[in-house]
């Protein structure tokens, strides 16, 4: 991504300057990850606005002029000197926030940078590559016993020393028949199997994640095969101009087979970068097409209520085919 | 709260229903936290849509009627059968979600359960000092060896192990010249003092948050010492109907009085419950007056750049005065 390419579809959407608010979009345009809150005036002098907490990390860290933030007068008075009259707007930012301008400026709102940050680039790649092979380091001295929370905590403290800045998200061990809840919190149950065990790293800012999930019994072994079998054909199914629904579908396709599909009670993926969960996500209902240097999930799962869940998730890389990311086999089991 | 004060107040600003999406205002409503897209419709029947994926936890814990969320048309659908013309939405909620509902309804965009969560039952109260008991007791414990962050996994893993659900929010341990920024994320470094160390447990969804500084040096004694007294004097001027920039205003003198105005660069303090940082705020633009049953923080620090920092932050609750929550002495050192 240049600064240009993003100036040059602004002056197609009409947009005269965008507003950017949300952490992300400020870490993507600035390499500065702000911990208060702050914003970016964009337009071909881009400023970062920091909190005066902030101000002395950014102004080391960010690869554009930093300024400190005082008021949204000060910003309104700001964006009246330069005589802007078209304001672009992030479509996740508040009502709260968009109140602030909305009397005084046309605003668009958009997913300006969506577009971009759907793309890596190679030094995206690499940020992300380096994520999963901490968090997958991190596993193999990983021992199953104790509390589910206690195993959790095990797996954060080997990700942090092998150099993860903290979890990509909460780490989600859930055995037993908690399995058979995708985003279980972790519990103070003693760990049994099946445990599904869902993590990932962060490296500069850049996430991994990756489910496996340890079997014991031969109905949970055939469970996961299946898993594996609709996995392979999800991943084989990606290529650049496929749609995003496409690959649900044909991971979905797998599961209703053996009689499954209600029980597959998620969508099959979703991109991944400075967020866990991106655009374009792997769904049913999503027709953006699949590009090339787009990096996604894949991990489709089978969830039994009362009795228990597997899910099995891998990261994949668009090139001419899918470039699978991951390197644990998919039948790993944790010790 | 009762649900036909809100309601009640919802007549009065003609709101027929309202939508709430934030998951800490469905938590407030329901019970229920959400672990993806969820959103509740309020009215005099109100209902909790959650994913597929929450549906078996939400159904056990929710204490309104749970059904599963479709897709915006299936509410829009719901809600035009209900005749429903103004719709509630919280000013938290993003431009994107907004846009769903604007081209039908006249949209409300209010703070509608701010003034009710700002006040806090008495079994609010509870789950909060059960969530301070529980930090406390984690650093008693706590030793200050080893690297910046290895100090942070240990005072998780022991509120972890004390029963926190997970930490309030990212325990931040900034030592020697780091501690001179306020929401430094926890290094590599070898701890060194002064130690800021401030860190909350979570219960049943609500939030603790303390702040203590390890100090070494007379000099970091003698700043640490004007802390405490403005942090003192800032407890002492609160009660009800005193405004919250008063609070901020009466800690901040102290600070300039003893010439380091320059070197406190945040907000005195904040409301805290389910989220870390609610309303009211107590800094030098909000005027919103203080009322009984609110819970805040009072946090002064000096920050020299390059130097050191010192913090410290107890919880109060506002009775007719000020009633601390926190226990530990404000000038604990760790061991």
């Known amino acids: 991504m240049e600064f240009n390419d993003i100036t040059t579809k602004m002056a197609a959407d009409?947009?005269?300057?965008?507003?950017f608010f949300k952490n992300e979009n400020i870490a993507y345009l600035s390499g500065f990850h702000p911990s208060s809150f702050s914003m970016v005036?964009?337009?071909?002098?881009?400023?970062?606005?920091?909190?005066?907490?902030?101000l002395e990390e950014a102004k080391k860290i960010s690869k554009i002029p930093v300024e400190e933030f005082n008021s949204f007068k000060d910003v309104k008075e700001i964006l009246k000197k330069e005589g802007i009259k078209t304001l672009g707007i992030e479509?996740?930012?508040?009502?709260?926030?968009?109140?602030?301008?909305?009397?005084?400026?046309?605003?668009v709102a958009s997913d300006l940078l969506v577009p971009f940050r759907m793309i890596k680039s190679s030094e995206e790649i690499k940020k992300i590559q380096k994520a999963i092979k901490i968090s997958e380091k991190s596993v193999k001295s990983l021992r199953l016993h104790g509390k589910e929370w206690e195993v959790a905590a095990q797996l954060n403290y080997n990700m942090r020393a092998n150099g993860s800045q903290k979890e990509a998200f909460d780490?989600?061990?859930?055995?037993?028949?908690?399995?058979?809840?995708?985003?279980?919190?972790?519990?103070?149950?003693?760990?049994?199997?099946?445990?599904?065990?869902?993590?990932?790293?962060?490296?500069?800012?850049?996430?991994?994640?990756?489910?496996?999930?340890?079997?014991?019994?031969?109905?949970?072994?055939?469970?996961?095969?299946?898993?594996?079998?609709?996995?392979?054909?999800?991943?084989?199914?990606?290529?650049?101009?496929?749609?995003?629904?496409?690959?649900?579908?044909?991971?979905?396709?797998?599961?209703?087979?053996?009689?499954?599909?209600?029980?597959?009670?998620?969508?099959?993926?979703?991109?991944?970068?400075?967020?866990?969960?991106?655009?374009?996500?792997?769904?049913?209902?999503?027709?953006?097409k699949l590009e090339k240097n787009m990096i996604v999930t894949v991990e489709p799962g089978i969830y039994i209520e009362g009795h228990f869940g597997v899910r099995i998730e891998?990261?994949?890389?668009?090139?001419?085919?899918?470039?699978?990311?991951?390197?644990?086999?998919?039948?790993f089991n944790f010790e």
């Open 14 to 19: 009409h947009i005269q300057t965008a507003l």
């Open 41 to 54: 005036i964009f337009n071909e002098d881009p400023v970062l606005l920091a909190s005066k907490m902030d």
């Open 91 to 107: 479509n996740t930012i508040s009502l709260g926030i968009c109140k602030q301008f909305k009397d005084d400026w046309k605003i």
């Open 171 to 288: 780490t989600i061990v859930a055995s037993g028949t908690r399995s058979s809840l995708p985003h279980a919190e972790t519990s103070s149950n003693y760990i049994s199997n099946p445990s599904v065990i869902d993590w990932g790293a962060r490296w500069e800012g850049y996430c991994s994640d990756c489910t496996r999930t340890n079997v014991e019994t031969e109905k949970q072994e055939e469970i996961r095969n299946i898993i594996l079998e609709a996995k392979k054909v999800g991943i084989k199914s990606i290529a650049p101009g496929v749609k995003a629904s496409e690959v649900d579908k044909a991971v979905r396709q797998v599961i209703v087979d053996y009689g499954y599909g209600d029980n597959y009670i998620h969508s099959t993926g979703h991109s991944i970068g400075l967020e866990v969960h991106e655009e374009p996500s792997l769904s049913a209902k999503n027709e953006s």
């Open 314 to 331: 891998d990261m994949v890389l668009v090139k001419n085919k899918a470039k699978i990311l991951t390197n644990l086999p998919g039948d």
